[in-house]
């Protein structure tokens, strides 16, 4: 039984940048090593020190800093294939960082 989050995480949907966030590296892999970069895609691929699955590793950059998310490689994809011919950055997602925080009950203060 593996004690990473791999399994859980690669059920998930990751079509923008925010889904890719919310199961960054340290939350999911454990032991990653990196395996392979495409330095022209800014991708990455990473595999779990635990279990063994490849994932996509990739950049957001605002401009003042830079946001890290991973993401897994396609099922049923060489890895080393994908990142030379497929490989691409999730989309950014407007309804990111930058949108209304969600409500926050008041205090009774």
């Known amino acids: 039984m593996h004690t990473c989050g791999c399994e859980a995480a690669a059920q998930r949907s990751y079509t923008t940048v925010k889904d890719g966030i919310a199961w960054g590296r340290d939350k999911v892999l454990r032991d990653a090593v990196e395996i392979a970069r495409s330095e022209k895609k800014w991708v990455f691929l990473i595999r779990c020190g635990e279990c063994g699955r490849v994932w996509a590793e990739s950049c957001w950059s605002s401009g003042h800093a830079d946001i890290y ?6 099922a049923g994809e060489d890895p080393l294939d994908w990142l030379e011919k497929r490989a691409h950055e999730l989309e950014w997602d407007s309804a990111g960082p930058r949108a209304e925080p969600p409500p926050r ?3 009774r203060v």
């Open 69 to 74: 998310y991973i993401f897994p490689v396609p």
């Open 105 to 107: 009950p008041e205090s």
